[in-house]
Each structure stands twice: as C-alpha cells, then as structure tokens.
C-alpha cells in the first residue's frame, strides 16, 4: 500500500526522463558492441591468412578426427564452450581444459585452442604451461588481443582481435565507454561472434545442414 502510494507522487515527466536515459544507455552500450565487430571484420579481413589457416587446421582435425582441447577462464572460458558445442555438433571430439574435472590425455595428434584476451590471465598460463610440458600437440592456436604476451607467443598460430580487455587503462575521459562495456566484454563479444562464423564457414566447407547439426545435438529431433 505504502509502494503503491509513493508511485503515484512521482511525476510522469521524471518517469519519462529516467527510463529514456535508461534505454539510451543501452543502445550506446549496444553500439559501441556492433562498432568494433565492424572494426574486427576490417582487420580480420585485412589478416586473412590468419583465419585460413586457422578454419584449415579445424577442418582438416575434424576429417582426420583429432580431438580438441579448449582452454580459457571466465567469461571468456563460457565462450569456448559454445565454441565447443558446435565443434560437437559438426563432428568433432571436444573438451574444456580445466583442473576441476578428468578428461582424456591430450596427445601430439590433437590441436589446443586458447581464449584470453589480455594474454596474461594466471590459471590459463598455469594450465597451458602444464599441458604443454606434458606433450606438444600438432596445433596449439591461441585467440587474444595482445599477440606478444607470454600466452600469445606460445601459440604456433595467434590470432589478433580487437577489443578492449581487463588489461586496458581506462583513458582520460573514458569513463563512460567503459561502463558501457565493462572489463573483457568487446573482445569477449567479438570472439563470440568471430567463434560463431568460423563455424559457419566450417560447415559450409564440411557440408554440413542445420539437420545434420542438429542430430549431433543432445536435444536435437
């Protein structure tokens, strides 16, 4: 009763005000997302070799069934399990690298995927390190945006994507773009995205329809 008293002393005017500074900082936030994927499909386009090589050593582990490991923290870990899913639902062997969980011992025929956008993330040097000094795999691929980082050098192919990451300093009277996409999220929502297409390309390549994919899928019908 008391709730529904104190909203009717609120003015509309201030209501309308409120909610439309609401909405437009959602969209900025939206727009700023949207503007560097338009910046990373430039780059990426300009760096094509490097996405080549990349979807050519996915495909050609997928047809000679290698098995693929992923590795990442957070956020970004969350995205390489999407990323894992679709490899699954292509035909793939895949599995998250983790200390939290058993899985198959990586051999030097398979291919390790890593995903760190500031290329100095702790746990995922700490794994990576591990893995590695257990055995050298036939591909180690890594995704960030700082290519010359301890992470970054340790790939045999490293992909750069833009974005702004933990890592980055706020700039003088930045304040703003960087609440409108706090810490990892534009790389984050950019290698989201890039993940998502060169599974496109990928079953373009492999001939794969969305029902061959979605008899992979543990729901599928």
């Not at 895949?94 to 760190?116: C, E, F, G, R, T």
């Not at 992470?151 to 994507?161: A, N, P, Q």
């Not at 009277?173 to 998502?196: C, H, K, S, W």
């Amino acid at each position: 009763m008391v709730l529904k008293e104190e909203l009717k002393k609120k003015k509309p005017a201030e209501e309308h005000e409120k909610n439309g500074k609401t909405k437009q900082y959602l969209f900025d936030s939206m727009k700023l997302i949207v503007e560097n994927i338009n910046k990373n499909i430039n780059h990426l386009s300009d760096n094509w070799k490097f996405t080549k090589s990349f979807i050519d050593i996915i495909y050609e582990g997928i047809k000679i069934k290698r098995h693929f490991f992923l590795l990442a923290s957070g956020r970004s870990a969350m995205i390489l399990q999407c990323f894992a899913t679709r490899l699954v639902h292509l035909g793939g062997k895949a599995y998250m690298v983790s200390n939290l969980q058993s899985i198959p011992a990586m051999k030097k025929k398979d291919i390790l995927i890593v995903l760190s956008g500031s290329g100095t993330t702790s746990v995922v040097q700490s794994l990576l390190g591990s893995y590695v000094n257990s055995v050298i795999p036939h591909a180690i691929i890594v995704i960030t945006s700082y290519p010359d980082t301890t992470i970054g050098r340790m790939g045999d192919l490293t992909i750069k994507l833009l974005g702004r990451t933990k890592r980055d300093q706020v700039a003088k009277g930045n304040e703003l773009e960087a609440i409108l996409t706090p810490e990892g999220t534009a790389f984050e929502q950019v290698a989201f995205t890039y993940l998502d297409a060169v599974i496109a390309e990928l079953a373009l390549r492999l001939k794969k329809t969305n029902k061959d994919m979605s008899k992979k899928h543990s729901q599928g019908t």
